[in-house]
């Protein structure tokens, strides 16, 4: 009876229109709780795809069956094209108790596709109701994606499916806050280090515009550096992998362009220099430390050329961090100083021999590059002896060929090949030497006499006649000089300090 006094009000609203002004009179489905009209949602609209019945909005069917009476209900207020913002937060809000993963999901895309289609101003207000709250989807793990997933960590997750979705396979779906979320098309450069936005889950698959994404506080435009950096840290610390070279240089390409557009930024990646972060062609990730611009020698897998691996072409990369056209001295004097921590006392193999030759000459041709005046400490660099142990410089020296006895000395290793500028910079001597070296101190020559007796001696061997004058002319003769003078000297000078 109370139904058919409301339709028939309706029906003649001309007369009775201030009357369902304000007044909860419609009932609502799905038990017929009464509303206000201006609290009416009309079933038939796009804002009525965030609303379910359970929400009580929606007015009975025969409230609605006419056009008339719709209008009706329109012209009191039942939204249809907007409604407040207030209304669409609490829309947001209902996801968390939502039961249904599709449900939320479906609700999650329409209350994004009604903020795209309201005007900027609605659009800002809506923004700053939704921007803390969590109603927005983070894509899950991907089939192919073989890496952690930033997704994948400890969040609120809805799995359960309601009698609607029943024919849908059961899938996990976590929900978060706009300003914890990224652009889908920055999941292959941050997505094991941030939370990835997902657009195509649920029912209702709309394109969103990245402007309104970005009022709401979803990262779309600029990728900090130091989260980019973290997913090769990622990539680093897993194994090697399929596609893994493609998409570390998907990710040099974008810090190349970041780094251009915004040179300031390099400062973001000066505490990455020891990190893992650069891939090699064969030898797996490495830190940029250990890298050259360009070198003479291949010193793989111990120290690296940007050219030769690739990576000279992101210049501004390799600029942002501190890769220099040569090695730093200390980067590898360190490098050749850990093969005793490395080796120990275990035997080198050929291969480590000729390595260790080559970063040698690697430390010999950049200390003459670098303006500091390094110079190697002959006790704490070690080089492989004829047996392939690691021994002290000051211990070894180099075959000359010399057929002496060699007796305890150590010379280097045969495959230790370098230059004898290079042995005598770092202060090897040859076998010979050595040998003459070890044997000096029990060989005592050369003349051992008093000054004073050895010249008194030969002022008493020599005549007092006209001999010693003949002696004279002859050592001069025998000098090849054409002219010798005699001066007579007729001082006499004090003998006091004379030698005894």
Not at 66 to 73: A, I, Y
Not at 254 to 273: I, R, Y
Not at 348 to 371: C, H, N, P, R, Y
């Amino acid at each position: 009876m109370r139904d058919g006094l409301t339709l028939h009000m309706i029906d003649h609203v001309d007369a009775y229109m201030e009357s369902l002004q304000g007044v909860a009179s419609i009932p609502t489905h799905p038990y017929g709780k009464l509303r206000d009209p201006r609290d009416l949602i009309c079933p038939k609209s796009q804002v009525a795809k965030m609303y379910s019945e359970s929400d009580e909005r929606f007015p009975q069917d025969k409230f609605t069956q006419t056009s008339n009476r719709c209008d009706v209900l329109l012209d009191l207020g039942m939204k249809s094209k907007t409604i407040p913002a207030e209304w669409v937060k609490e829309r947001a809000c209902s996801l968390v108790q939502s039961v249904c993963s599709q449900c939320a999901l479906h609700r999650s895309s329409e209350i994004l596709y009604y903020m795209a289609t309201q005007d900027e101003e609605k659009q800002n207000a809506i923004a700053s109701k939704l921007k803390t709250l969590p109603f927005l989807p983070v894509i899950i793990k991907p089939l192919k994606w073989q890496y952690a997933w930033k997704g994948d960590e400890n969040m609120s997750k809805q799995s359960k499916l309601c009698s609607s979705h029943t024919s849908h396979i059961e899938k996990t779906v976590t929900f978060t806050n706009p300003s914890d979320l990224y652009s889908s098309h920055f999941k292959e450069l941050v997505g094991s280090t941030e939370l990835i936005l997902s657009l195509n889950q649920g029912k209702n698959k709309y394109k969103v515009q990245e402007s309104v994404l970005d009022k709401l506080g979803v990262t779309v435009d600029y990728l900090p550096l130091k989260s980019v950096i973290e997913q090769l840290v990622v990539f680093s610390n897993a194994p090697l992998l399929d596609k893994i070279h493609a998409r570390c240089h998907a990710i040099y390409e974008h810090l190349e362009k970041v780094l251009k557009c915004q040179p300031t930024s390099a400062s973001e990646l000066h505490n990455f220099q020891n990190k893992k972060i650069l891939l090699t062609k064969k030898h797996g990730f490495v830190e940029p430390c250990l890298f050259a611009l360009s070198s003479e020698h291949d010193c793989a897998p111990d120290l690296f050329s940007a050219s030769i691996e690739g990576l000279d072409k992101y210049k501004l990369l390799m600029n942002a961090l501190d890769i220099t056209t040569n090695f730093l001295f200390s980067v590898v004097e360190k490098t050749i100083l850990s093969k005793k921590e490395t080796w120990g006392e275990e035997k080198l193999s050929d291969e480590a021999v000729s390595q260790m030759s080559k970063l040698v000459g690697e430390l010999f041709k950049v200390s003459f590059i670098t303006l500091d005046n390094n110079q190697v400490s002959s006790q704490s660099l070690h080089l492989p002896d004829t047996r392939g142990y690691l021994q002290p410089v000051n211990k070894l020296c180099f075959d000359d060929g010399s057929k002496l006895s060699s007796g305890n000395l150590l010379c280097v290793h045969h495959n230790f090949k370098v230059s004898k500028g290079i042995l005598k910079w770092l202060g090897l001597v040859s076998k010979t030497q050595k040998r003459l070296e070890g044997s000096s101190h029990r060989m005592h020559f050369g003349q051992n006499e008093p000054l004073t007796t050895r010249l008194r001696n030969i002022f008493q061997d020599y005549p007092y006649d006209s001999g010693i004058m003949k002696e004279l002319l002859q050592n001069a003769d025998d000098s090849g000089a054409t002219e010798i003078a005699f001066i007579i000297d007729l001082r006499h000078l004090p003998t006091d300090t004379l030698f005894d």
